[in-house]
T-cell receptor, first 109, second 115 residues
Framework: KNEVEQSPQNLTAQEGEFITINCSYS?????LHWLQQHPGGGIVSLFM???GKKKHGRLIATINIQEKHSSLHITASHPRDSAVYIC???????????FGTGTSLTVIP | KAGVTQTPRYLIKTRGQQVTLSCSPI?????VSWYQQTPGQGLQFLFE???????NKGNFPGRFSGRQFSNSRSEMNVSTLELGDSALYLC??????????????FGNGTRLTVT
């Protein structure tokens, strides 16, 4: 049983397209993180959410606590956005982290 | 401001040996957490330290241990290495402890190969 499910697993888009990656979770959480991992392994934290919506440049993250669902949107996608995007949740109470399996995004020029 | 530094970047060990990995957090960060990433299991949480105390632990055997020093630097030790321990080991630091969520800052990881 996976506490965190992401979809799609793989995504190929043309440059300029609007992209949505979804994350559903089954446990009560205190926070949800969206992470970006480029080839070579380095991970960058994009957003930390506990409610509502956050925007940073072309990236937007939303969370619906009642529905246990979050989305990461990329507007006007660019080849440099090609990476693996990982959803992670911090469980309420136990405080453990659970991770989705990641969405591999390829943006074609 | 220097980022999170993990050493070494690459490590090759044989089965049965032990290994120690090091993580230096961003200055001022008192929380350090460790993660294992494998192609089969993805990212998994190992443990988290705050002010030299282990605050949280994932579902890993006792062969995996860690500690944090007074300067917030952390080490992770794996004893009696198994082939399945081959993975990328990542650490992350954050400003606050687990009960107060704050963004994670990841190091570049240590890639461990067990032969």
């Amino acid at each position: 049983k996976n506490e965190v499910e992401q979809s799609p697993q793989n995504l190929t888009a043309q440059e300029g397209e609007f992209i949505t990656i979804n994350c559903s979770y089954s446990v009560g959480i205190s926070a949800l993180h969206w992470l970006q991992q480029h080839p070579g392994g380095g991970i960058v934290s994009l957003f930390m959410l506990s409610s509502g919506k956050k925007k940073h440049g072309r990236l937007i993250a939303t969370i619906n606590i009642q529905e246990k669902h979050s989305s990461l949107h990329i507007t006007a996608s660019h080849p440099r956005d090609s990476a693996v995007y990982i959803c992670a949740v911090r469980r309420m109470g136990g405080n453990q982290f659970y991770f989705g399996t990641g969405t591999s995004l390829t943006v074609i020029p | 401001k220097a980022g999170v530094t993990q050493t070494p970047r690459y490590l090759i060990k044989t089965r049965g040996q032990q290994v120690t990995l090091s993580c230096s957090p961003i200055s001022g960060h008192r929380s350090v957490s460790w993660y294992q990433q494998t192609p089969g299991q993805g990212l998994q949480f190992l443990f988290e330290y705050f002010s030299e105390t282990q605050r949280n632990k994932g579902n890993f055997p006792g062969r995996f241990s860690g500690r944090q020093f007074s300067n917030s630097r952390s080490e992770m030790n794996v004893s009696t290495l198994e082939l399945g321990d081959s993975a990328l080991y990542l650490c992350a630091s954050s400003f606050l402890t687990v009960t107060n969520n704050s963004p994670l800052h990841f190091g570049n990881g240590t890639r461990l190969t067990v032969t």
